[in-house]
């Protein structure tokens, strides 16, 4: 219980506002070790045990991969050496965990235009994002607001997409995201659509890019999605399971 305890706590410092989850949302707030604390420093990724000791405070050596069901999902994904914690942390892995999506977390920085996602706690690569073309800061409101959601996601779908190669579909609209549209509602911010305030919207996810430069340039332009290259949404189709949180910041 006092874990549950402070990886709530955790939630509710890093989103800065009330927070709901439901009961199989609260289970994967318990597992997933990113939302407290680095691995170095983090208890609950301290007990993984699937990696030598050693390895438990890495320096980036470059290391070949090891002969292990991780190791060789590794390969399948191009990799030929060992270049961060995350990737080691897998490398190791001796078992088919890879497939848990208790093991894998996504925190999404829009500010920074960075993807990090993380095996087991631990930083296994960052990746380059782009987002709505609403130019503040704040949580998605309304749909056309062009506004990239803000708050704790899954991924509740993958599918292929002719425009965008992938699509990971995230569970947006949540408890929070409900209850900031009615406050919008009723604070006048939403705009009427054939007498109606506009609804809260859907279908947000990542999803790769028919617009390469721009995403290069650092220019937001989706109507509220996260979009990344086109290698890398191939590559998060492979390593993120459905149900894997996904953590939006401004």
């Known amino acids: 219980m006092r874990r549950i ?28 070790n990113l939302l407290v604390a680095p691995a170095q420093n ?13 390895l438990q405070h890495p320096g980036l050596s470059g290391e070949s991969l090891p002969d292990t069901p991780g190791g060789r999902f590794l390969a399948l994904l191009g990799r030929k050496r ?22 894998w977390a996504v925190t999404v920085y829009k500010s920074r235009h960075q993807l990090i996602v993380y ?20 949580p998605k409101l ?17 599918y292929p ?3 965008w190669r992938r699509f990971l579909k995230l569970n947006y609209p949540n408890a929070v995201d409900r209850q900031h549209h009615a406050q919008a509602i009723s604070e006048g911010m939403v705009p009427l659509w054939h007498g109606r305030p506009a609804p809260i919207g859907g279908a947000v996810g990542i999803h ?3 617009a390469p430069w721009l995403n290069r340039a650092n220019i937001n332009w989706t109507a509220g999605c996260i979009s990344v290259d086109n290698d890398s949404i191939l590559e998060l189709d492979q390593i993120l399971p459905v149900g894997a949180l996904v953590l939006i910041k401004p």
């Open 142 to 158: 309304y749909e056309g607001d062009l506004r990239t959601p803000e708050g704790l996601y899954a991924i509740v779908g993958k």
């Open 208 to 210: 790769g890019t028919d």
């Open 161 to 163: 997409h002719r425009r």
């Open 119 to 138: 095996y087991k706690g631990r930083m296994f690569r960052t990746y380059h994002a782009v987002f709505g073309r609403y130019p503040d800061p704040g």
């Open 5 to 32: 305890a402070l990886l709530v706590g955790a939630i509710f410092l890093w989103l800065g506002e009330p927070f709901f989850v439901t009961a199989s949302a609260l289970c994967q707030v318990k597992q997933a």
């Open 82 to 103: 060992i270049t961060t914690p995350g990737e080691r942390e897998l490398a190791y892995d001796s078992s088919l965990a890879y497939r848990d999506p208790l093991n």
């Open 42 to 54: 983090n208890p609950l990724a301290a007990q993984t045990g699937t990696a030598p000791d050693s």
